[in-house]
């Protein structure tokens, strides 16, 4: 399983995560990924938060993810 990591935060919640996942099956392994420290302060709250606002994410997120986002936005 690959998991990735903003911030040392993030580990201590992944740890857990990788720890259950591994008494449910020992042979599960996970790897851990950091992301760029461009990213470390971005989560998918404040992507939803901007976008609710009509502010532009597309340099933080794909293009589809960015106009499906805001597709999903517009029916609310």
């Given at each position: 399983m690959i998991r990735s990591m903003r911030s040392g935060d993030d580990f201590?919640?992944?740890?857990?995560?990788?720890?259950v996942n591994k008494v449910l099956d020992d042979?599960?392994?996970t790897i851990f990924l950091l992301a760029d420290s461009k990213y470390a302060n971005i989560s998918s709250s404040m992507i939803k938060e901007v976008a609710k606002f009509n502010g532009n994410i597309s340099?933080?997120?794909?293009?589809a993810v960015a106009t499906e986002l805001t597709k999903r936005l517009r029916k609310d």
């Open positions: 201590v919640y992944e740890a857990g995560i990788a720890a042979d599960i392994e340099h933080l997120v794909p293009q």
